[in-house]
């Protein structure tokens, strides 16, 4: 699979219609660059997207908000909370609370499922590259995602990242179709050179690598 | 082939007077679920349109309405419709009393049981007890159809749905919202 950073507006609506198609089969989410409702089912796009593609045709992408992150817009997250976490993990003062980005929107191809390729995105997504495109190398932003329980368990942590709980996301209406009370949502944080593996986070993108199943 | 299932104001294009202003449009789902907000921009490109059948001091009385009505039509069908990457369309004819907006898509199954219930609802119970529940329940899981009750409420319009099984097992599904002219101006 090649992985590259999406750069033209080309590689940005690949990615976008990629997850459109997925989350609203899947979810019934809408997208929107300038405005959300999450009880109308209405999301923000992610601002930055890490494509894979196979035969040059994407199968995989995923989101990175570098601002505006959906767990302190709508997780109620604060950076305190963050903070006082960071401190705990050792991460303090390399990291902090301001500076911070979010995963989302893992996204594969219907007709490309059963390949492995998730999983690798995932784990690829947590690269330095792609997490910290654009920012300044001695500030490096921590990670922070949110998720179904079930997820952490059957993807982020078979992968080999550490997930630290920050608190419970709210129940909201968007997320109807993808959470429920037995397997709920919640906010964590990633401090990525503590809680990612020197394989995913050292790896170089763009670049082209095996996915095993 | 089953038959068609006609509910509520559904009138077939072929039975209704000839229009004296019409337009279609052919959308693709997908655009829409992927920008939002284009929902709106083509409701109001057809509202604006539309507008100049109207007398000039009711022009932007008439959009608003014209408007409403069909971007309520038009976010339902990009929402409901199965192929997302396939078209949807959406048309709107004024035949001077009256101005009919009507959405064509493809639906699933689970879709269009979940929507019969929603007109069977329009059609029987009390307008305003109907709308309060929505708006307390909004927030819970299923369909609201909060939007239709508005239309219904607040513009008096008529609306009907004609769903026609198809042998893929999917539904072609037409929804038609008729706005009095006096309920647009």
């Known amino acids: 699979m090649a992985l590259r950073v999406a750069r033209t507006r080309g590689d940005v609506l690949q990615c976008q219609y990629l997850i459109a198609e997925v989350y609203n089969k899947e979810y019934e989410v809408v997208f929107s660059d300038d405005s959300y409702d999450l009880d109308a089912k209405v999301e923000p796009w992610p601002h930055r997207y890490l494509m894979g593609l196979v035969d040059d045709q994407l199968v995989c992408c995923m989101g990175l908000y570098v601002r505006q992150t959906y767990v302190e817009r709508f997780g109620n997250v604060s950076d305190e909370e963050i903070d006082a976490l960071i401190r705990e993990s050792g991460g303090s003062p390399r990291f902090a609370a301001a500076r911070k980005r979010e995963i989302t929107k893992l996204s594969v191809r219907p007709d490309q499922r059963g390949h492995g390729y998730g999983g690798f995105m995932l784990g690829a997504s947590m690269a330095r590259d792609f997490l910290q495109v654009d920012g300044a190398p001695d500030e490096p932003h921590i990670l922070v995602a949110c998720s179904k329980r079930s997820l952490w368990d059957v993807l982020w942590h078979p992968a080999g990242i550490r997930t630290r709980v920050i608190k419970p996301f709210p129940i909201y209406k968007v997320h109807e179709?993808?959470?429920?009370?037995?397997?709920?949502?919640?906010?964590?944080?990633?401090?990525?050179?503590?809680?990612?593996?020197?394989?995913?986070?050292?790896?170089?993108?763009?670049?082209?690598?095996?996915?095993?199943? | 082939m089953s038959e068609a299932i006609v509910i509520g104001d559904f009138v077939d294009a072929a039975d209704g007077p000839p229009a004296m202003t019409s337009v279609e449009l052919k959308l693709r789902a997908l655009d829409l679920v992927a920008q939002w907000k284009r929902c709106g921009v083509a409701a109001d490109s057809l509202a604006a349109y539309f507008a100049y059948d109207f007398e000039p001091d009711v022009r932007a009385a008439a959009v608003g309405v014209l408007s409403t009505a069909i971007n309520e039509l038009l976010e339902n069908a990009a929402k409901f419709c199965a192929d997302k990457r396939g078209s949807l369309e959406v048309s709107v004819r004024h035949h001077g009393e009256l101005v009919r907006i009507e959405t064509r898509h493809t639906a699933a199954a689970g879709r269009v049981l979940a929507f019969q219930g929603v007109l069977a609802e329009l059609g029987r119970a009390s307008l305003p007890e109907l709308f309060a529940e929505r708006i307390e329940h909004q927030k819970e899981p299923g369909a609201s159809g909060i939007g239709l009750i508005i239309l219904k409420k607040d513009y008096g319009a008529r609306i009907g749905a004609r769903l026609q099984p198809r042998a893929d097992g999917q539904w072609d599904v037409q929804v038609q919202v008729s706005l009095d002219v006096e309920e647009v101006r």
Do not use: F, K
């Open chain 1, 177 to 213: 179709r993808y959470s429920s009370p037995q397997d709920p949502m919640d906010s964590r944080l990633v401090v990525p050179e503590l809680d990612i593996p020197p394989r995913w986070y050292d790896r170089p993108i763009p670049g082209e690598y095996e996915v095993e199943r």
